[in-house]
């Protein structure tokens, strides 16, 4: 049978152009609503970074909400003849579909998680939350928010209703579905480069919006010999984040207990002096393989703080340090002292100059940690601070090779400032593993030969012949210790894997 212009026929084709009409406003309203995701996400630094951002924002969430009219919408309009119904039903589906993309929105902006089957513990707890604090006139308000918002839905359909053959002469949708498109293929043909190439700005953006599954093309792309997939794999292995948001820490509970008498200081200089003379002023023993790794002088003072490199700056600058919170807990004075700015977590055990001079130079219990500068340091070590005090002496030289000296032995192994706070540790009594708050290990009995930090984005893994670095695409410089002349050792991939495990073993990977 051969289907005249009949008056249903024309009604669904009218349902059906309107509803296309219906969904591109929902899509400008989503987008909006999308913003959420965009301005509480790190803005990528690079131009590539920010078009992929724009693109796949427009169209992912274009893509999602032309979806739901596709499954929802469209039926009704070949199914329903009642044009009230499907205008009414379908502006149901549009409130409540952009009501859970806010409702994502805020939850990733909490949480860091999207709405899945993962994420139901946290909802609901969330929702648990909501019920115990709210009263009746707060979910009611919700209620008649979300009636506010129906209105505004059936207002909409019934505006575009009235209009739509206005809509239908001005052939606007054409470049619009075009605009649409581009910024589809273009998101997604950008990701597989970015895949292929490891690219950061682009990669760190792909938990950003909910249900996005960007293109990859590895395999496609290793078999007619477009990438190097051993290649492609070693150098993955090499990224981390220049800051890692999401931490672990510690990485299990801290017990031990702790020599309360116990009086300790560990000196930082600030300034490029020499400290071998003090080795024989004082008696200090010397440990020659002390190396500053970090790239500055505010990493250097993170790392000696908290014994971690400065990729976990970011995440943990404002909670104290676990070593340093239990010596004060458990009755040992402790305190810091730096004229420079320190992170918010010690804020709490910081002392001035004047304050920090006088409590070293007594006779009693302690630990302290100072960043002086050549006069300070002179000051402090002209009195009687090392017979009653074990001291550690050591610089902020970024980068080099510093140097440590110490009232007691220490093992003659590599080491960084990550090293510091494990080993104060461990002087003080405590035997809880030190790889349950930090990435070094205690000098006084170390379990590991190498060592691994960042810098400026670079991995440095050093043992007691050499030190590497190796950017993120894989490229690796190799260093005599010695000589400190560049040489044409080739990389241990294994201990290398292993570095970089140990490095980010506190990231919590979402």
Not at 42 to 62: C, E, K, M, Q, V
Not at 127 to 138: E, G, L, P, V
Not at 162 to 188: A, D, M, W, Y
Not at 228 to 237: G, L, V
């Amino acid at each position: 049978m051969i289907l005249g212009d009949t008056p249903r026929r024309q009604r669904v084709t009218k349902l059906v152009s309107w509803g296309h009409w219906f969904a591109v406003s929902n899509i400008l309203i989503a987008i909006v609503i999308a913003s959420i995701y965009v301005f509480n996400s790190p803005i990528p630094d690079t131009g590539l970074g920010l078009l992929y951002l724009f693109s796949n924002w427009f169209s992912h969430i274009a893509f999602l909400t032309f979806m739901g009219f596709i499954l929802f919408v469209l039926p009704l309009c070949y199914l329903v003849p009642n044009v009230r119904v499907v205008k009414g039903l379908s502006s149901v589906y549009a409130a409540v579909g952009l009501a859970l993309l806010a409702f994502d929105a805020l939850l990733y902006n909490k949480h860091g998680l999207h709405l899945s089957l993962g994420s139901a513990e946290v909802i609901r707890s969330e929702t648990q939350n909501a019920m115990a604090n709210f009263s009746w006139q707060q979910w009611s308000f919700l209620g008649l928010l979300f009636l506010v918002w129906l209105s505004f839905q059936l207002m909409m359909a019934n505006a575009l209703w009235k209009r739509i053959e206005r809509f239908q002469k001005q052939r606007i949708g054409l470049p619009i579905l075009s605009f649409f498109v581009l910024c589809f293929v273009s998101s997604h043909g950008g990701h597989i480069w970015a895949d292929a190439n490891l690219y950061q700005p682009i990669i760190k953006q792909d938990d950003m919006f909910p249900l996005s599954y960007p293109a990859t093309a590895k395999t496609l792309m290793s078999k007619y010999g477009l990438l190097d997939y051993q290649s492609y794999q070693r150098r993955k292995e090499l990224q981390l984040d220049s800051q890692f948001n999401h931490v672990t820490y510690p990485a299990a509970p801290v017990y031990c207990g702790i020599d309360d008498k116990a009086s300790l200081v560990l000196l930082v200089g600030t300034e490029p002096s020499q400290l071998g003379h003090l080795s024989s002023a004082l008696g200090l023993k010397q440990h020659g393989l002390h190396f500053d790794v970090a790239a500055d002088q505010a990493s250097a003072r993170f790392s000696v703080l908290y014994g971690l490199p400065s990729l976990y700056q970011r995440a943990l600058q404002n909670q104290r340090p676990v070593p340093l919170d239990l010596a004060q807990k458990l009755g040992l004075p402790t305190f810091v002292y730096s004229a420079q700015s320190l992170p918010p977590g010690v804020q709490g055990l910081t002392k001035d100059w004047p304050s920090f001079f006088n409590a070293v130079s007594q006779d009693g219990p302690k630990l302290a940690i100072a960043f002086v500068n050549d006069e300070q340091m002179n000051l402090l070590l002209g009195g009687d601070l090392h017979k009653h005090s074990q001291l550690l002496v050591t610089q902020m030289r970024p980068n080099q090779r510093v140097g440590l000296l110490s009232s007691i032995g220490l093992a003659n192994n590599v080491s960084s400032h990550e090293d510091l706070l494990p080993t104060l540790m461990g002087l003080l009594g405590c035997n809880a593993p030190a790889n349950n708050y930090s990435t070094g290990q205690s000098l006084l009995d170390p379990q590991r030969s190498w060592l691994i930090s960042n810098n400026n984005g670079k991995l440095v893994l050093l043992d007691d012949q050499q030190r590497v670095e190796i950017d993120p695409q894989g490229n690796y410089k190799s260093f005599d210790l010695s000589s400190e002349e560049q040489n044409s050792n080739g990389l241990n991939m294994s201990r290398l894997s292993q570095a970089i495990k140990h490095l980010s073993r506190f990231a919590e990977h979402k």
